[in-house]
């Protein structure tokens, strides 16, 4: 009788498998027959089969990413193909475990290793490919290129370069992109949902997340424009410094040449773009600190947990938990530059930044050293008074909060706690004050570097500027709020706050169109990204 049962159950489960394309839903099928004991060897056979089935819905033939390979015919095209982008380099061993899994599951040719192939390249001959092969004929390219998702792998810089080429594209239809947390911060994959953590590298595991991939949905993000100028110096340079003075931050930010419609005569002009934050001060200083010992010392940093004790130890040795001690008055957000917004009416209006504030964030997305909102969600007295929202990351606006020192920063931590709160604005601008000091610390996406100053000569200005959109892949945990998502709305919550200060929102679009504004240098090691 019991045999009989458990033949019973065997066969549901092989007739309805097919149509059980959700992953969570499959895998409580198994812990419920593993109950009975009855989840067995034939059974994992059943489920490896069946799991054979539903990867083709990601699979895509070699033609269409390999020009002038063998054409293959497929009975139906898949519902969502991938191209996965890994930095194998990242996250200690890894990035490599994860190349060799997703390769196994999929094609060597949708799955690309970044040390071996940049993003860029790979692109531009996908996307070439697909309108020869589109324009012959091919029904199934269409259907790819229509269907597409990207997948990357990496940290918040990896992520950023993928962001960017997609950018420089500007496709008609850009394909939406997951983000794999394989960084110490990873602070997009967790903004949109796909957790914070390093994954597991085994089949199961990387399973799990195409499933996810296959099941999310689309979600526009603001990307930004930065633009520094200062006045070419008589002596030295003033080019920014990355850790140990390699160009490491060069991918999101980079002096124009000399045809470039930016470029102004006997000044030295620099461009990049972000998707996340820009910050300037002690944090920043941190992470350059951060940065230089991990390459001075690769082999310390092999895991996410030992990076993040690191991380924090730097921020004790650095004077970040003793600012009024170790830093430099001079160096204060107020006393080193004159910070503008521009205001709804089209009208530059200067902020005030209090005194005390350290260290000034720029955030397009609710996530900031792993996992912190240093905005929060504003009171709806506070939002009503000041004219503030909760942080959207679509709707033009940026989010300016400062702070002291790492105390105030650990505000954070409590509930629905956030920093100084100083502005909502489309533009910004930093006016550095003559002389005021050598060199500051600046990070974009978490790449730092430390920035050299004129000492005797015109004022040096970073001014930031809303650029355009791109696609993101978003799971139901998402913590990013859309403007056109009827869910977003304001929520009451009793607020922890240090200190608060005033002004809000700015307007005004201006677009610079940057074609190569996020491209790496081809001697660049991406070994050294987060």
């Known amino acids: ?137 091919d029904i199934l390219a269409a259907e ?31 394909p939406p992109i997951a983000t794999v947390p394989l960084g110490t911060g990873n602070n997009l994959p967790f903004s949109f949902g796909w957790g914070k953590k390093n994954p597991g590298t085994d089949r199961q595991s990387v399973e799990h997340f195409l499933y996810q991939v296959m099941n999310a949905r689309e979600m526009k993000i603001d990307s930004w424009h930065i633009i520094m100028r200062m006045r070419a110096p008589k002596e030295g340079s003033c080019d920014p410094i990355a850790p140990l003075e390699l160009p490491h931050s060069l991918h999101a930010f980079h002096r124009v040449s000399h045809t470039d419609s930016l470029n102004v005569e006997g000044y030295h002009t620099f461009r990049g773009g972000f998707w996340n934050y820009f910050s300037m001060g002690m944090d920043a200083q941190v992470s350059y600190a951060f940065h230089s010992e991990r390459k001075l010392h690769p082999e310390k940093f092999k895991n996410q947990l030992v990076n993040q004790s ?145 000492e005797n000569d015109d004022t040096v200005v970073v001014e930031i500027s809303h650029l355009g959109q791109v696609n993101m892949l978003a799971t139901p945990s998402c913590i990013s709020k859309s403007i056109h998502d009827p869910l977003s709305a304001h929520h009451d919550d009793d607020e922890v706050s240090a200190e608060e200060s005033d002004d809000e929102s700015g307007e005004e679009r201006r677009k610079f169109g940057a074609a190569d504004t996020f491209r790496i240098p081809e001697d660049v090691d991406i070994a050294h990204f987060s």
Request: charged share 25%; aromatic share 8%.
């Open 310 to 454: 690191t991380y924090a130890k730097l921020g004790c040795t650095q004077g970040w938990f003793c600012a009024s001690l170790f830093h430099p008055s001079s160096r204060n957000i107020a006393q080193l530059a004159k910070v503008k917004i521009l205001k709804r009416h089209g009208l530059w209006e200067e902020l005030h930044i209090p005194r005390s504030i350290r260290s000034i964030v720029c955030l397009n997305l609710p996530s900031f050293s792993g996992g912190l909102n240093p905005w929060g969600t504003p009171h709806h007295s506070k939002a009503r008074d000041r004219d503030l929202t909760p942080p959207y990351v679509d709707d033009g606006l940026l989010e300016v909060v400062g702070f002291r020192d790492a105390w105030h920063g650990l505000v954070l931590l409590a509930p629905n706690g956030h920093g100084t709160r100083l502005a909502q604005a489309h533009r910004i601008r930093f006016e550095f004050h003559k002389g005021a000091a050598d060199h500051t610390y600046m990070r974009i996406d978490g790449e730092p570097w430390k920035q050299p100053l004129p």
């Open 144 to 174: 790819i290129e229509n269907k597409l998702r990207l997948i990357v792998a990496g940290g918040d810089g990896t992520a950023g370069w993928l962001l960017g080429v997609v950018s420089d594209l500007k496709l008609s239809r850009p």
């Open 1 to 137: 009788m019991a045999r009989t049962v458990v033949d019973s159950l065997r066969r549901l489960i092989k007739h309805t498998w097919k149509s059980m394309r959700c992953y969570s839903g499959r895998r409580h099928a198994e812990e419920l027959l593993g109950c009975f004991g009855i989840y067995d060897s034939a059974s994992r056979t059943l489920d490896t089969k069946m799991n054979e089935h539903v990867l083709k819905e990601f699979y895509i033939p070699k033609y269409i990413i390999v020009p002038d390979s063998m054409v293959e015919e497929l009975h139906r095209p898949p519902s969502s193909p991938v191209v996965v982008f890994i930095n194998s380099k990242s996250g200690g061993q890894l990035g490599g475990d994860l190349l060799q899994t997703y390769r196994q599951l999929l094609s060597e040719s949708q799955v690309i290793d970044l040390g071996q192939e940049a993003p860029d390249k790979v692109l531009y001959r996908l996307y070439a490919n697909l309108e020869r092969l589109k324009s012959n004929g």
